[in-house]
Each structure stands twice: as C-alpha cells, then as structure tokens.
C-alpha cells in the first residue's frame, strides 16, 4: 500500500536560549499553540560570540523545532514574541525527504 502524496512539507527552526527552563517554556508554549509539531532540546552547548564589541562565552542550550513549512512565519513570530534574548539567533530550513510517516503526525496535530 503506498502512502498518499503529501502537499505540505517540513521545515526546521533553530534557536539558543541560556537555560534548560527557559528553553522547555518555549517549547510547551509552541507545542502547546500547535504551532510546532515537536521540539528538541540539546543542552550544554558552548557559544562563542562578539557582543558589546567584546569577545564572550556562554553556555547555551538549543531548540530545534519541526514544523510545517506553511506555520514558519507564525511559528517564528511567537518565537520572536517569547525568546528571552534581546536579539535571538533564529534561522529556519525548509527540509527535503522528510520521513512521509511523521509528515501525516504533524499534519494530524
């Protein structure tokens, strides 16, 4: 039996936020507006960056969210409207070959 042919695709939106709590807010908040189908968390990351005209150091944690490609705009703007950073480091991709079984779950939701 073949799976039907899906019209909607997945894309991927990454973000970073300084705590675990900060990043599990945002991902129930976005799960729970179905704006997301899911959310993973990688804690314990090192960042490197320029801010203030100074070279700085933190440890981050990271949210990868998968989502319909047609809620990114929505998704990124609650995103915007949530993140605890002043200026967050959100970028998004639009996925090719996604798995055509979790396609139709986060259709379903």
């Known amino acids: 039996m ?3 042919v ?3 695709s997945l894309s991927l939106v990454y973000t970073t936020v300084a ?3 900060d990043a599990k ?3 129930r908040s976005l799960v729970g507006q179905k704006l997301v189908a899911c959310v993973n968390i990688v804690p314990a990351v ?3 960056f320029i801010w203030n005209g100074k070279v700085e150091e933190s440890d981050e944690v990271i949210l990868f969210c998968k989502v ?3 809620r990114v705009a929505t998704a990124v703007n609650a995103l ?8 967050p480091c959100i970028w998004q991709q639009k996925l090719s070959d996604a798995d055509p079984g979790f396609l139709a779950w986060a259709l379903s939701l």
């Open 19 to 21: 705590t675990m709590a």
């Open 6 to 8: 899906l019209s909607s």
């Open 68 to 70: 319909l490609t047609e």
């Open 80 to 87: 915007k409207a949530e993140h605890p950073y002043k200026i």
């Open 2 to 4: 073949n799976a039907p």
């Open 25 to 27: 807010t945002l991902a």
């Open 46 to 48: 090192s960042s490197v």
